[in-house]
Every structure is written in C-alpha cells, then in structure tokens.
C-alpha cells in the first residue's frame, strides 16, 4: 500500500539551529515527493519537489531535500531555521499516472525558539 | 497571478443539516482537486477532476458527499447530511494539468459540526 511516514509530530530547534525533517514513503513505483508547508489559517504552500535527475532538490526559502531510494527516504532539511519558519510541514507522495492524487504524511510541527 | 479562492472559510452546522462549499480555481488550470483535512493528519483526497469530468473519486463518501465542477472551472462540495466525523478542513486544490503538475492549495474551509 502506498504511505508516507513522518516520525516526528512535533519539532522545536532555536532559531539560527539546523532544521531536518524526517520523511519515508513506501510506493510500488518510482515516486514523484514533495514537501508542503501550511502556515496557520492558510492553505498549503509547496516548498519543494522530486521529479528525476539530481537527488539533491532546492526549494523556496532555503529548504532542501535528499532522496535516497535505498531508505526511501525524502528528508528535509535547512541550515539556519527563521522564527518565521514555525508552521506545520506536509510530505507528500504521487504517481506518475494521469491521476495526481498525492498521500500526505501526517504533518510534523515545527516550533522555533528564540 | 490569483490563487484558488474557497468560501465560506468557516462553518458550523449542527449534525445531520447540510453544507456546501465552493472553489473558483487558478485560471487556466484544467484540474480541481477536494481535500479532506481531519484535524491532526495530513490531507486526504476526496475526488479529483479534469476539467468538468471525475477522474478518481474513490475516497468520496457518496453516500452523503457529493461534487460537481460546472463548466470545468468552479466547483461545489457538497455534505447531506452531515456526521460529527465531517469536522474537518476542506481544501480545494487545482493544477494546470493532471498528473504530477504542481498543486496549488486555497485556504480552506474548516467545518464544524456539532
């Protein structure tokens, strides 16, 4: 069955910290990922996605992400975290078929400290 | 550029009444998509069209939901009648076109039935 994973529900880095979010997908065939962010009261903002090529992709404000198909495995990351940064993070999973459905993870929380 | 515009942003309807909600999406974009967002967990997909046709609806609980996308650009959802269970944030999403386009999120509409 396809799933996504997000073993972290709450995260809280100081602010200027280095920020990973952890996420694992299980899919029958070769993925497309994505990471969403979701600020309260707004909807859901793409931060970054994987089509093909360079497992390393760059996103908006900062984020990246690192596929690794041995661990399957779409963990994000960024090196100086912003207070601004504190919102509600989404990995998602899709087909490459006409449908675009996405499976979403459950969401990991991210709290920033001063 | 406009986003997707969903209304009302927030409802709450007593069990077993009724409620519809509406989504104007992107310009241009030929696919709309509904999201369910329960409280805690990551969106789930209700039912996805191209254009003004139904690609999957699997998820949708026909029973007492239904969905219809007039002339292939706004949309309505629709719950008759509702459970407590409904309670939850309803999303509506569309890209430019199936597939893995990138989906743009409105706000969302946070129903709440009591």
């Known amino acids: 069955a396809q799933s996504v994973t997000q073993p972290d529900i709450h995260i809280t880095v100081s602010e200027g910290a280095s920020l990973e979010l952890r996420c694992n997908y299980s899919y029958g065939a070769t993925p497309y990922l994505f990471w969403y962010v979701q600020s309260p009261g707004q909807g859901l903002q793409l931060l970054l996605k994987y089509f093909s090529g360079d497992t390393l992709v760059q996103g908006i404000k900062g984020f990246e992400a690192e596929f690794k198909r041995s661990q399957s495995s779409f963990n994000l990351r960024k090196p100086s975290v912003h207070w601004s940064d504190a919102a509600e993070y989404f990995c998602?999973?899709?087909?490459?078929?006409?449908?675009?459905?996405?499976?979403f993870g459950q969401g990991t929380t991210l709290q920033v400290k001063p | 550029e406009a986003g997707v515009a969903q209304s009302p942003r927030y409802k709450i309807i007593e069990k077993r009444q009724s409620v519809a909600f509406w989504c104007n999406p992107i310009s241009g974009h030929a696919t709309l998509y509904w999201y369910q967002q329960i409280l805690g967990q990551g969106p789930k997909l209700l039912i996805q069209f191209q254009n003004n046709g139904v690609v999957d609806d699997s998820q949708l609980p026909k029973d007492r939901f239904s969905a219809e996308r007039l002339k292939g650009v706004d949309s309505t959802l629709k719950i008759q009648p509702a459970k407590l269970e409904d309670s939850a944030v309803y999303l509506c999403a569309s890209s430019l076109g199936g597939g893995p386009d990138t989906q743009y999120f409105g706000p969302g509409t946070r129903l709440t039935v009591l």
């Open positions: 998602a999973v899709g087909g490459t078929s006409n449908t675009g459905k996405l499976i």
